[in-house]
């Protein structure tokens, strides 16, 4: 029990440094690499993936993952009209939401979906000006000095976040030290600046700062407070959950004394995305901001049941040592993209259940350490439940172009009185030409698009299943641009 609890200390310890950042530092090298290999890019061809990443274990090195180009309009063209209509489709369609988030959202659209379903637009467009004011403050020199030390940590090899002093690196400063002026109480806790700078790939500054605010006080509230009474809480969940969903993993941790918090802090605390490779990251994230925490148990126990369910596996692993090893190099077909999504759906483990071992564990807790120090707000369970709980107004849900073109006013051309003479010779001959003017938009002349032929039901199901038409060529397969 002594030799246990000392890991077990040690890992809290280096997740809730809040005054040190050398805690990081030697889980950097293994996955992450080092400031010397960073620099030996200067010397060679760089091979830049599609999300970004120039090297490291996250590199995407799959080229068959493409979705057809015609299926990416479909999709995207969906996703267009449901943040449209975002109020009506959550409050109606939710179901159809969340099948949508299981499928994959558009990488186009990816970083603007995640701001509604995490209610991190309505939160901006009601705190405007908010972040600016935050922006422009100082900020406290305790945690500037821990979180310009930690930049550098976050991602090396995107292309992003690689440069020393670089744009990724200047707005992760932004959005965290932003963070600790809109939470004082909080602070800064390393195992956010991950969860920001995910953010920083696929949306502005001021959009993550919102995103990592709903992280923070709604999916996983508590997990970044000082002492990490939460996050022991949810390990404490976890292991109590896997006893249902893989016994012989269950009784293997049991037997060796592995605590929870050894080995599942990092996967919760950063949402897996330090852990999986980046196409399960993004899916796992997707399925995350629609569902809620229950995800982050889901992909936990997968890995859990896969690694460590059967004796076959266990013969490898006879004591501690040997567990922990197995459990931090997880074999990579266990986190492929389409074996852990289609896991992580297929496995029934539910809100209710997550909210019922919670009430036993809080009891538990009690028991044996008394009340928890840091009081947190209650945990809402994905997308509806954080609308439901906050309510937004049209105005708030309303889309805003990224980027606005005004056009100058000049004096009237030649051109325009040309138009205006020619419009009063229109108004003079429009009673003798009744005949509707041409739409220069109109279909090519194919009976079956005709849709003023169809029948109401007829006509929906085009709008779902045809793809606009003219290119095929996506709007995402050029460039993952997030800001259309």
């Known amino acids: ?270 949402a897996f995305s330090r852990t999986l490779p980046w196409v399960s990251v993004l899916r796992m994230w997707d399925m995350f901001f629609c569902e809620g925490v229950k995800i982050i148990f889901r992909v936990g126990l997968v890995l859990l049941k896969c690694m460590l369910g059967s004796q076959e596996k266990l013969k490898a692993c006879q004591g501690q040592y040997e567990t922990m090893e197995l459990l931090r190099s997880i074999e990579p077909r266990y986190m492929q993209e389409a074996f852990l999504v289609q896991e992580v759906i297929e496995l029934a483990v539910s809100e209710r259940d997550i909210e019922k071992e919670h009430l036993s564990q809080l009891r538990r807790w009690k028991e044996t350490h008394g009340e928890l120090h840091c009081k947190s707000p209650p945990r809402m369970h994905g997308a509806k439940a954080i609308m439901a709980a906050e309510p937004p107004s049209r105005q708030d849900l309303k889309q805003n172009p990224t980027i606005v073109v005004e056009v100058p006013r000049t004096t009237e051309s030649k051109m325009e009185k040309g138009k205006k003479a020619k419009s009063k010779v229109d108004k003079k001959t429009d009673t003798k030409n009744t005949s509707p003017p041409l739409n220069p938009y109109l279909l090519p002349s194919n009976p079956a698009l005709q849709s003023d032929n169809l029948t109401p039901s007829e006509s929906q199901h085009l709008q779902e299943d045809t793809p606009p038409q003219g290119s095929n060529q996506s709007l995402s397969s050029s460039e993952h641009d997030t800001y259309l």
């Open 1 to 270: 029990e002594g030799q246990i609890k000392e890991p077990c200390q040690k890992i809290l310890k280096i997740w809730s440094q809040r005054g040190t950042v050398e805690s990081l530092a030697e889980h950097e090298s293994s996955s992450l690499g080092s400031d010397s290999e960073l620099n030996g890019f200067a010397n060679t061809e760089i091979q830049t993936d599609k999300y970004g990443f120039i090297g490291g274990a996250q590199q995407s090195t799959e080229e068959n993952d493409n979705i057809p180009p015609d299926v990416l309009r479909q999709r995207e063209a969906k996703w267009l009209d449901m943040l449209n209509s975002w109020d009506k489709w959550m409050a109606k369609k939710h179901k159809k939401v969340k099948l949508r988030c299981q499928k994959g959202i558009p990488p186009s659209l990816r970083g603007r979906a995640w701001l509604y379903l995490s209610g991190g637009k309505v939160k901006k467009e009601q705190n405007q000006g908010k972040f600016q004011e935050l922006d422009s403050q100082p900020g406290d020199p305790k945690w500037l000095d821990v979180i310009e030390k930690d930049l550098h940590r976050q991602f090396p090899f995107h292309e992003m976040f690689v440069a020393r002093g670089g744009h990724g690196q200047q707005d992760l400063f932004r959005v965290l030290k932003a963070y600790t002026l809109h939470r004082p109480e909080e602070g800064y806790c390393q195992a956010q600046a991950p969860i920001a700078a995910v953010l920083l790939m696929h949306m502005p500054a001021e959009d993550a700062f919102w995103g990592l605010v709903q992280i923070c006080e709604k999916y996983l509230p508590g997990y970044y407070s000082a002492g990490l009474e939460a996050i022991q809480l949810d390990g404490e969940i976890l292991f109590a959950l896997l006893k249902r969903v893989s016994p012989v993993a269950h009784r293997h941790l049991k037997k060796y004394k592995i605590d929870p918090i050894l080995y599942m802090t990092e996967w919760f605390m950063c």
